[in-house]
């Protein structure tokens, strides 16, 4: 291996070598290229580069022959002491066994037909000797070792090079069964040789800024590094870079979408908004003023607003959008919201109107669409839609659908984002003249940076002041397995809290023991760890809780995807009316359902749910003045992920470190739904929470450079950056499908 001066790329003038998008084929050969690609996918000479190692060994120090571990890569400084070539007993070869010493020890070097080796490794010479420790009948032996015979070394640079040689890592990658690491190493010296100067997306200050490597440098070093400070570099580097081309491939997406000339929606003075937050009953909170604030500025204004609301359960999010609308009718433009359910759209236009009062509703007409209407009452919708009459629209999916139009949409409220597509989102923009301004808002905590990556299209605000006077809820996890008897004393609690005039939630993963999804609001997947599959249904748990003896004078009733909409909703109506005690439902309750008497839930097998999703039910409790009450009932082990996580949710009410730790506990893929942003595939080194100092510090470098070039037209090298990466997405994609 001969010495490379780290600097050698910076000084010599740049050498025409391979582009990234250089095919690998007529780079590495044919069958390399189809073996990587096979196993790999990798087809670009970028594909190939961004093939990681996955940790670098260590040739280690030098180490005596005598006691050399097992199992252990080790790098030994030693003398050729025999040579001796026999045929394979079993099979068809020859065996070469070398013997070395240390001047104490013995060890034996063995190759499967090398003959050849035989006239290098001559007897009497030193040589530095690398490779896995095994036992082979009783003998420790080096196979198929690597070596750099010592006159080698000193011919290319003396003693020196030796050490560094010895303590250089060795890059191991992720390998399979067909392509070894040391393949793919040998295929990237190939192309690092030849590869010359690239063309770097980060442009020359930023990295001056950051002190960062360039592309170039990076490469080299972090798949031929000579000390492990160099691949440190060449790491951050990378990863800076990743952070870098995905924030700008966001932020130039946004500014695309700035660009269309929006119609500005003001509040007029002595209009609606006005007579709204005159009749207000009470205070916005600070940080709903401050929301609102940002909100208006934006619809006010001649670009499109995009813009991510994210507030706690109950943190008054609803209000801010109602007040938006309001704004936006102001100026004669439609609303629309855009619900993840029946069940919640229902909820959300009673509420609207509930906080309107009955002289704004009957102007504005808030009115629903949703699949399940009769056609009558959809015709019935569509027309006051299409006439503009409805000046706020609440609904489902069917509100995506052709036969929608609108009179004057200006404004689209997303609720829920995580179960819209970014292209469901499009289609409604769409059907504005011009494009609407968006708010979508969500209770799912998201960490910053993950919000900066998924969203990162989208302006950020966030409520984090719940409205005075909410009480607070109590959280307990009841492993039910270790103590019983708290199995009787769950509903004697709910009994208590019925016995005060209040109304409690029971939640279920599975509808029936049919074990099919829940129709309306899925279940997660249950991640690793999980319980065996048996889980508590609805129909089963209304059934034994309507014997409970404590429970005899309970009403009871069931909540799921199956029904349909007009019985869920009906049973929904008698819920918030207080003619329902307890409510037996799966997870249709999650978000936005407000029945404020509601202050105890229990949740069934809870750990089949994930940490947001409990976070989220456990909303729907303590949200009027009494306090509320969430039991997380489990079967799981102590120390398995799933106790792990009911375990957390129990311990805080801080949805943002339950988000954390939701991301610590499930792969970092699942965050990033492919479908939000594609940009799993492109996120090698980057780790959403880990590296949330250099996703920042990335968009915040990315920001003005997209400002000043929204094209990128003076960046090809970061235009081409973002090609590769859509292109990658769509690849994945395709791989998909
Ligand atoms: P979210 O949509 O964030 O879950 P909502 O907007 O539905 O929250 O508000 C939850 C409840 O709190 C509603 O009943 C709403 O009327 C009430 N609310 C909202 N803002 C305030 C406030 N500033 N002070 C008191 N109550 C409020
Ligand atoms: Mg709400």
């Excluded at 050969?29 to 790999?40: E, H, N, P, Q, V």
């Excluded at 190493?185 to 030849?194: C, F, N, S, T, Y």
């Excluded at 440098?217 to 000579?226: G, Q, S, V």
Aim: with cysteine; aromatic share 4%; proline share 6%.
């Amino acid at each position: 291996m001969p010495p490379r001066p780290v600097t050698e790329t910076v000084t010599s003038p740049p050498r025409i070598g391979y582009s990234l998008d250089a095919k690998l084929p007529g780079v590495v050969g044919d069958r390399t290229a189809s073996a990587l690609k096979r196993a790999f996918g990798m087809i670009t000479v970028a594909d190939l580069l961004t093939h990681y190692p996955r940790r670098y060994a260590r040739r280690g120090e030098l180490t005596a022959l005598a006691k050399l571990p097992l199992g252990e890569d080790v790098t030994i400084i030693a003398e050729v002491r025999e040579v001796r070539e026999r045929p394979m007993r079993q099979r068809r070869g020859s065996l070469l066994e070398v013997s070395i010493t240390d001047g104490e020890g013995f060890l034996t070097l063995t190759w499967f037909n090398q003959k050849w080796r035989a006239d290098q490794l001559r007897p009497g010479t030193r040589g530095i000797f690398a490779g896995k420790v095994t036992e082979y009948r009783g003998k420790v032996q080096l196979a198929h070792p690597d070596y750099h015979l010592l006159d080698d070394l000193q011919l290319a640079g003396g003693g020196k090079d030796l050490k560094e040689w010895a303590e250089s890592p060795i890059p191991i990658y992720p390998a399979t069964s067909t392509v070894a690491s040391w393949q793919i190493q040998k295929a990237m010296e190939v192309v690092l040789d030849g590869i010359g100067e690239i063309p770097d997306p980060v442009p020359a200050e930023v990295r001056a800024e950051h002190g960062l490597l360039s592309l170039t440098e990076a490469f080299e070093l972090i798949h031929r590094p000579e000390k492990d400070s160099e691949w440190r570099r060449a790491r951050d580097a990378l990863r800076f870079q990743e952070a870098f081309v995905l924030q700008t491939a966001l932020l130039a997406q946004r500014a695309a979408a700035h660009s269309e000339p929006a119609t500005p929606r003001a509040p007029k003075p002595g209009g609606l908004l006005e007579r709204f937050d005159a009749a207000l009953p009470f205070e916005l909170t600070g940080d709903q003023k401050a929301v609102g604030a940002d909100i208006e500025r934006d619809l006010g204004s001649d670009a499109a607003m995009m813009r991510l609301l994210q507030g706690e359960v109950g943190s008054g999010k609803t209000l801010v959008a109602v007040r938006a609308m309001l704004a936006v009718a102001d100026s004669g433009g439609q609303s629309a919201l855009l619900a993840p359910t029946e069940v919640l759209a229902t909820q959300h236009l009673r509420s609207i109107a509930r906080v309107l009062g009955p002289d704004l509703s009957a102007q504005l007409m808030p009115t629903l669409l949703t699949g399940q209407m009769s056609t009558a009452e959809r015709k019935k919708a569509l027309l006051r839609i299409v006439t503009g009459q409805a000046r706020i629209v609440v609904g489902t999916h069917a509100l995506l659908s052709e036969s929608v139009q609108f009179y004057d949409l200006g404004f689209v409220v997303v609720d829920e984002q995580h179960r819209f597509g970014v292209e469901q989102r499009d289609t409604l923009r769409r059907k504005g003249a011009t494009p609407p301004h968006v708010l979508v808002m969500t209770a799912t905590p998201i960490p910053r940076t993950v919000a900066m990556t998924v969203f990162g299209d989208l302006d950020v605000s966030v409520i984090s002041e719940l409205p005075a006077g909410r009480q607070g809820i109590q959280s307990v996890a009841v492993p039910i397995v270790e103590k019983p008897a708290w199995g009787t004393r769950i509903w004697e609690r709910v009994h208590e809290e019925l016995e005060l005039g209040r109304q409690a939630f029971v939640v279920c993963p599975a509808i029936d023991a049919s074990g099919s999804a829940e129709e309306d609001a899925d279940v997660e997947e249950p991640p690793e760890g999980s319980a065996p599959p048996a889980r508590a249904t609805v129909l089963d748990t209304a059934e034994q809780l309507r014997k409970l003896p404590v429970l005899s004078s309970a009403r009871i009733e069931v909540l799921h995807g199956r029904m349909s909409g007009d019985e869920k909703d009906a049973v929904m109506r008698a819920f918030a009316a207080g003619e329902i005690d307890v409510l037996v439902a799966t997870t249709v309750i999650e978000v936005g359902v407000d029945v404020p008497n509601a202050s105890v839930m229990v949740v069934l097998d809870a750990d089949r749910f994930g940490v947001s999703q409990l976070h989220q039910l456990r909303g729907r409790v303590g949200r009027g003045g009494v306090p509320g009450l969430c039991l997380l009932v489990t079967t799981a082990e102590q120390g398995t992920t799933a106790r792990e996580r009911v375990e957390a949710v129990a311990e805080t009410l801080d949805g943002f470190a339950l988000a954390e730790t939701d991301l610590e506990l499930r792969r970092e893929g699942d965050v990033l739904g492919s479908t939000q942003s594609g940009a799993r595939s492109s996120l090698r080194l980057l780790r959403v929470v880990k590296d949330a100092d250099v996703i920042s510090d990335a968009r915040a470098a990315a920001g003005p450079l997209v400002d000043a070039d929204p094209t990128l037209a003076a960046h090809p090298a970061l235009a081409a950056a973002l090609e590769r990466r859509l292109a990658e997405t769509e690849r994945e994609f395709l791989a998909k499908t």
